[in-house]
Structures are given as C-alpha cells and as structure tokens.
C-alpha cells in the first residue's frame, strides 16, 4: 500500500496493521461517545418541559461524557503514538531506488547507457574521495578543517529516548523498528532512499542511506518568520525548523560545536554565543551540503504497529546543497560508525544491531524491503558470520578478506591488497553502486571473467570506467564461472552472477567491476549487495550475511 508524502507521490510503502488497528479502536471510541451524546440529547428534549433545575443537572451530564470522550481519545492516541513495553516487533524504513523517486518527478527515464553513464560518473568521484580519505587516515595525516580524531569509544549511552538509558533498553529488548527500501533503477541513478520522519508534529523527508556518512540532514527553513521563506520553486520537500515544537539549535560556543562536531565539518564561525553551530558537510562524490546542527525528535515505526519517537537526535537543517547525489533526494540519513550517527544512535536503543536488504536493483517500483533497526524476521534461510572491523576507517564498516575465487580456483592476489590496517582493506557501502577493486585485484577478476565471455562479441561502447561491455544475445548465467568472496574467518559471500554481469541496455550486459586506485581500498557497492540480508551487529562487531529475495 502507498502513502503519498504531503502533495507529494505515493512513495511511502509500509506495514499499515498498527495504524488500522488505531483507526479502528478510535472509530469505535469515537461512534460510542457519538451513541451516548444522543442519548444524552434525546433525555434532555424530553425534560425541557420540566424543571430547569433538572435540564442545567442533564445539560451537565452530556458535558462531562463530551469531556471523558475526548480525554479517552487523546489517551488511546497517545499510548498509540508512543508504543513502549511492547514484547515484539521491529522499527522499519522501506528503501527506494534513487531512479524510482526521478522517475516519479521527471514523468519518465534516462535511456539504460545514459543513466548507467551517471552512475559511473558519480561513482568514479566518490570512490576517489574514499581512497584519499582513508589514505590520510591510515597515513597518520590531520584532518583537514576543524576536526577531531575519532574515539574508541563509538556508542552513546541509550537516553535517546528522554533518559533513563538502562530502562529503555529494557523496554525495546524485544522490539525493532523498521523503514521499507525499493530500488527505481528504471528513472536514473544509483542509490536506495528511506521515508523520515522528523520534528514535533512529524515531518515527511525523504533521505538517502548511506553507510558510508554520519551525519543525517534534511533541505530545511530555518527562522522564517514574517513571510520570508517561500517554498522553493522546483517544489522539494523540506524541513521546516519552525514548525517544530522540539527543534532546538546547538550553540556554535559549546564544546559541542567546538569539539564533538569537528569531524562532522563544523564551521569556525561563531558571531554571537548562542548563535547556531553551522557546517559546510562535503561528501566523497563532490557534493556538499551547507546548514546548521540541532537536536531534534524522530518517529520510528515498530514491527508491532506502534510507534516509538528517539528525542536529541542530531540532525543538520541545510540551507542549501549542490551535487547529483542530492537531485532527487530532501538529505541524507547517516548509517556510517561515529558518535552522531542515527545507526549508532538508533541501533543502540535496539540492541545494538540494524540490517537492510536491498532488492534487485532493476526490480519493479513496487518491490521493497526494510531497513530495520534492532532484530530483523530473518529473511533467509542461512545466515554466514564474519567479523566486523569498526574504528579503522571511520565512519566506514570494513571486513576482512583474504581472497576472490572465480570457478573454485583462488586467484593470485597480493595479501596487502585485503590488509585494512596498512594500505587497503575492503568495505562495504550503500552509496556506492559498482563494485570498485584495487587495481592488483582488478586486474586478474577481469581476466578470469572476460575468459568465460570470449564467445560474445566485445562491443566498444563508451561508458565510462566499465572496461568490458558484449552482445549479450543467448547469454545464460551459467556461462560464467561463479565468483566468491573469501571471508578472513572462514566465510563466504558468493553473489548472484547479475550483480557482477550487469545489464547495460536491451541486449548489451558488461562486467560489473571498476579498476581502483592502489594504494587505496577496495568498495563492494550496493549492486554487489543486492538480493543479500545484510546484519550489522555493532555490539558484537560481527557482520551477518544470507541470500535472500528481500520479501
């Protein structure tokens, strides 16, 4: 089912059994009150005739039910709202393909070599910026601008919810919160997209997921007061900061400011004490978002219908953005390892766990699955556990490999190649499509693949970084050799053969891989990721892993 975001499309698709179930109860509540009322009204038409004592006595009687009616209401829609001590469930977001929400604003697609085109594009960007940043990382380089070293210590006592962090912590042990995820490969770029919702009364944004962030920002208003702010002529949805009872700004003199969000690019500038903490936020494709931090009050659905809200949960109130990343998308929500993280934040509250299953990345708009935060329903039937390598090259989530074998047979790969502590590694991230390998990976994964294809003819396409591209006419996946990665504890993540033989266009397919720098570390994107349930247990820093079909 579909919900439509204010004016905006339908786009939101979500477990709908709590909210009937409220407006059922409420209808009931409702439609008996309306019962009594006219009961009431009858009983005092019928005592008009006598004394006036007794009507202003029945006249007070129908008041008080009016009263109790309401207050049972506004009680029943409080319990509703807020949703704690309940014993199951989970807290989910669906996840929308980038290419679905521009196929819903542009009323039609970018033709398949073109779209594939801006994908690379923006790729080939953000897997640079990713190198060089994690190259200053483990080079021993200072950050640039106002910033601070990352702490051990990544977790934040659990009062997200108002205090009392032991004690929520035991209300949601059993509970999980969920946000519904669908690719839109068919309108244009590459990256999956989460409904939000933010402030007092809640808001509806919707965010791009990115593993590979920490900050989570929304295009905002902020102090339009008198008129001045309009909506902007393009008709994108914002956050507006006023509205909100609960908004409230950090000051850019606090330690806060000065300190904490250094590494979340935190501005210098500071006119007055109690003037807002700005940010210039740039990303590893380019794109940057200018804006102000505050603390805000989130909304999470629960698996059992209810909904719970997260109070002080940063958040940034751009002003203003610029990049492809952010054409089709209100911001970002930040599920990458730091402090102000809201996987952090969240997950935290939820036993420390959240997961995503990204469906086909070329799946009908209709088709989603969840980002969850807490326990997910397992969606596969067997799960594969390695571990997890947290505060190396934060805000990034790395695992050890160490090797790729095509058709059973390991290929001759350096080990430094996988060494995430010296001058590569291996992450996993949400925001980046292709599958990028550092070049002495690259080089012999392309050489055993392109093998398998001699027999389709090679076609000398342009697009980009994608080195081999075929007539894919009487093309059946059992030609290619299955591809495995090697997991260093003994785990194996064995892909789909279309998340590395990737259609291109209407009889075209190409090897879905891109040569990375070296030194440097190499990505597996979402393609890769696709059709797996993916378990990111932060506690325990261990990865989970199974095939799945993210129904």
């Known amino acids: 089912m579909s919900f439509a975001l204010g004016n905006g499309p339908p786009l939101f698709r979500s477990q709908t059994r709590g909210l009937h179930f409220f407006k ?93 085109r801006q994908l690379l594009h923006s790729d080939a960007v953000r897997l640079r910026a990713i190198s060089h940043k994690v190259m200053l990382k483990q080079g021993g380089a200072g950050p640039v601008r106002r910033r601070i070293r990352e702490t051990d210590d990544a977790f934040i006592p659990a009062s997200t919810n108002g205090g009392g962090g ?8 059993n509970v999980s919160g969920q946000l519904p995820i669908s690719s839109g490969a068919d309108f244009g770029t590459g990256q999956y997209f989460v409904q939000f919702r933010v402030g ?44 909100s009872s609960s908004f409230r700004t950090v ?68 002003i203003s953005s610029s990049g492809p990343t952010f054409q089709s998308a209100d911001g970002v929500i930040g599920l990458g390892y730091s402090n102000y993280s809201l996987a952090v934040k969240a997950s935290n509250l939820f036993r420390g766990i959240f997961s995503y299953c990204l469906v086909d990345h070329l799946s009908p708009k209709n088709m989603s699955s969840y980002l969850t935060f807490g326990s997910a329903k397992q969606q596969t039937d067997t799960m594969h556990y390695t571990a997890l390598i947290l505060d190396v090259i934060n805000p990034f989530y790395a695992v050890s490999v160490n090797g790729i074998s095509i058709g059973g047979s390991m290929l001759d790969i350096p080990a430094e190649i996988w060494d995430v502590k010296g001058s590569g590694g291996v ?25 398998s294809l001699s027999g389709f003819e090679k076609l000398g396409l342009d697009v980009g970084p994608l080195e081999y591209c075929f007539n894919s006419t009487g093309f059946v996946e059992t030609v290619v050799p299955r591809l495995v990665f090697h997991f260093g504890d003994g785990a194996r993540f064995e892909p789909p053969v279309k998340s590395y033989v990737i259609d291109a266009a209407p009889g075209v397919k190409c090897l879905g891989f891109v040569g990375g720098a070296w030194p440097g570390v190499s990505v597996v ?11 990111f247990d932060l506690v325990n820093r261990r990865l989970g892993f199974g095939s799945s079909s993210c129904k």
Request: with cysteine.
């Open 24 to 116: 059922k109860n409420t209808l009931a509540i409702v439609f008996s009150c309306y019962i009594n009322l006219q009961i009431t009204y009858v009983y005092i038409s019928l005592v008009t005739c006598k004394k006036k004592k007794m009507v202003t006595h029945t006249s007070q009687r129908g008041f008080s039910l009016l009263i109790i009616c309401l207050f049972t209401i506004v009680n029943y829609s409080l319990k509703f709202s807020e949703g704690l001590r309940v014993s199951g469930g989970a807290v989910k977001l669906e996840l929308i393909h980038r290419h679905h929400l521009q196929g819903e604003r542009r009323n039609g697609a970018a033709q398949p070599l073109e779209r594939l």
């Open 166 to 173: 032991s004690k929520n912590k035991e209300l949601f042990s």
């Open 251 to 318: 000051p850019c003199s606090s330690t806060t400011c000065t300190n904490d969000l250094a590494n979340l690019f935190s501005l210098t500038r500071c006119p007055s004490p109690i003037s807002p903490c700005a940010y210039d936020y740039r990303y590893s494709d380019g794109s940057a978002a200018q804006g102000l931090f505050g603390n805000e009050t989130v909304t999470l659905s629960l698996t059992n219908g209810r909904k719970t809200r997260l109070h002080n949960v940063l958040i940034g109130c751009s």
């Open 525 to 535: 994107g979402n393609i890769m990721q696709q059709n797996y349930f993916w378990e």
């Open 200 to 243: 007092s009364p809640a808001q509806k944004v919707v965010l791009i997921a990115d593993t590979g962030s920490d900050l989570t920002w929304m295009n905002c208003k902020y102090r339009c007061g008198g008129g001045g702010c309009r909506r902007n002529s393009n008709k994108r949805r914002l956050f507006w900061a006023d509205r």
């Open 427 to 451: 992450i996993l991230d949400s925001g980046t499509s292709l599958t990028s390998l550092a070049g002495p990976a690259y080089r012999p994964v392309m050489a055993a693949l392109k093998k």
